[in-house]
């Protein structure tokens, strides 16, 4: 895995998630009940004043609130992708935690050969 060591001056959490595939990814984890604000409006604030995007420095709360109620399918193939990705890493982490358990020395940073 790669890693950006620049030093991103604006506070913010910058992802190469799109607008659309952020807010709906933040859709997900409410109706996964992995985020549990309440507030919708406000939960949407607070991500749009975290986040920037590769293309969005500034991310409006109306923009991400409306894309998390309207997406269209390549939204959400690119995010379910992501997903995979998500999931395979924890399966590669699952397999090192095994064979560290059986006596193999594995790091964290082999981890892409388990992908």
């Known amino acids: 895995m790669q890693r950006n060591n620049e030093f991103d001056n604006t506070g ?12 709906l990814g933040v859709k997900l984890l409410v109706d996964a009940k992995v985020i549990t604000n ?4 406000e939960l949407m604030s607070m991500v ?5 995007t ?4 500034v991310i409006s709360e109306d923009s991400l609130r409306n894309k998390s109620y309207n997406f269209d399918t390549s939204t959400v193939e690119k995010l379910k992708d992501k997903i995979i990705t998500l999931l395979n890493i924890a399966r590669a982490i699952k397999c090192i935690l095994f064979f ?6 594995f790091s964290f940073q082999e981890l892409d050969q388990f992908l």
């Open 12 to 23: 913010k959490i910058h992802t190469n998630l799109s607008v659309s595939q952020l807010a």
């Open 100 to 105: 560290q358990q059986v006596g193999q020395i």
């Open 38 to 41: 309440k507030n919708s409006t």
């Open 48 to 52: 749009a004043k975290t986040f920037k």
């Open 54 to 57: 590769d293309r969005q420095e």
